[in-house]
């Protein structure tokens, strides 16, 4: 069985004596609302933190939140600074999603090519919704 209230108290413990490693969890819980009541402007406040620390997960994560407008107001440009940072560190998860507003046109123009590239980068590490939007556009191109 999971203790989700002993894990957030634990978290916050080391979130508060500066183990960087806890941030990103601990934020995700206060996202989650895991353990305890939600709080997005807190999960937002620590995933930065361990963001700032060049953490790929949380970059991901507040990218997605940023992106969202989750806790704040949408900001793609944010929301593609903080993906590209994941990106640069080989992020599968950040690979797909800056794919996905490069394809939607979010923060910029569309540009399909460089979508096409994240997805096939996200894709070769076993992303399973990159390599289903991949085989599905192979699939439109063939007909």
Known sequence: PQDFSEA?????????????????N??????KGQGGPQNVDEARRLLGLAAAQGHAGAQLNL????????GGPQDFSEAKRLLGLAVAQGDAGAQYSLGCMHDAGQGGPQDFAEAGRLYGLAAAQGHEQAQALLAREKERLAR
Do not use: E, S, W
Request: positive net charge; charged residues 15%.
């Open 26 to 31: 601990f934020g995700l819980m206060h996202y």
């Open 8 to 24: 957030r108290r634990l978290l916050g413990l080391a979130a508060a004596q500066g183990h960087a490693g806890a941030h990103p």
């Open 63 to 70: 990218g997605l939140l940023h992106c969202r407008g989750d």
